[in-house]
């Protein structure tokens, strides 16, 4: 990335009435698929568990649905997995984000690298 050269951040945010899900929440969410574990995930990202958790609760709370499920401990241990709800929302979140991507970077060529 050179010095001098004219650059963009974009940070979109989906919610109802507080900002409460973007990349963040699509990033946990996106461990927590992989790793069937919230604890886990978040120990992926540098957060403790207890932030993951509660920036989880607030979406769900502004979204009005569950994003993920889980069972605690037992013998196994406990298991996380997205809700049917939480996977097509993160998905239309993700297709969402590459449109705008894609079209931010057109419009940032057409109007600042002439």
């Known amino acids: 990335m050179e010095e001098n050269e004219l650059h963009y951040h974009m940070k979109?945010?989906?919610?109802?009435?507080?900002?409460?899900?973007?990349?963040?929440?699509?990033?946990?969410?996106?461990h927590v698929e992989e790793?069937?574990?919230?604890?886990?995930?978040?120990?992926?990202?540098?957060?403790?568990?207890?932030k993951g958790w509660r920036i989880m609760k607030h979406a769900e709370e502004d979204l009005g649905f569950t994003l993920m499920e889980g069972s605690r401990g037992g013998s196994r241990g406990g298991r996380t997995m997205l809700t049917g709800e939480g996977k097509d929302f993160l998905r239309r979140y993700e297709m969402f984000m590459d449109e705008l991507n894609q079209n931010a970077k057109k419009a940032f060529v057409k109007y600042f690298q002439k």
Do not use: Q
Not at 12 to 30: I, N, Q
């Open 12 to 30: 979109v945010r989906v919610f109802r009435k507080e900002g409460a899900f973007g990349p963040g929440v699509a990033e946990l969410m996106r």
């Open 35 to 50: 790793t069937g574990s919230l604890s886990e995930a978040c120990r992926c990202m540098g957060m403790a568990y207890s």
